[in-house]
């Protein structure tokens, strides 16, 4: 089960960069961390944060973990536009992310 979730968290990374192979700009992070919490853990958020920062530093205006990690707390994940979610939606569909809930039985 730990060997399938790590597995799991290694394809999100990868999704993460086909669908933004120059990085995620900062205005996507909100929208980007709330779709991604409906599928992943706290830990894998937090691990997903560590690789956007690390990635972030290409750009003019780097951004950092403990960054990423406040916006996870903070209330600003639910302050992304529908706008921002079609936006993100779009990269990560992009990139093979399974957007969908599967169904439940």
């Known amino acids: 089960m730990a060997e399938d979730r790590s597995?799991?968290?290694?394809?999100?990374?990868g999704w993460l960069r086909?669908?933004?192979?120059a990085g995620v700009?900062?205005?996507d992070y909100v929208a980007l961390l709330g779709l991604l919490r409906r599928?992943?853990?706290?830990?894998e958020i937090r691990k997903i944060a560590a690789d956007?920062?690390?990635?972030?530093?290409?750009f003019d205006d780097p951004i950092s973990a403990q960054d990423i990690e406040a916006m996870i707390s903070d209330s600003m994940?639910?302050?992304?536009?529908p706008e921002?979610?079609?936006r993100v939606s779009a990269h990560l569909a992009a990139g093979g992310w399974p957007l969908a809930d599967?169904?439940?039985d």
């Not at 597995?7 to 990374?13: A, D």
């Not at 994940?77 to 536009?81: D, G, K, M, P």
Request: charge should be negative; charged fraction near 20%; aromatic fraction near 6%.
């Open 7 to 13: 597995n799991f968290l290694s394809r999100t990374v």
């Open 18 to 21: 086909a669908g933004y192979p």
């Open 25 to 27: 700009p900062r205005q």
């Open 39 to 43: 599928k992943l853990t706290e830990e």
């Open 52 to 58: 956007l920062a690390q990635q972030s530093q290409q």
């Open 77 to 81: 994940l639910q302050e992304a536009t």
């Open 84 to 86: 921002d979610v079609v």
């Open 102 to 104: 599967p169904p439940t």
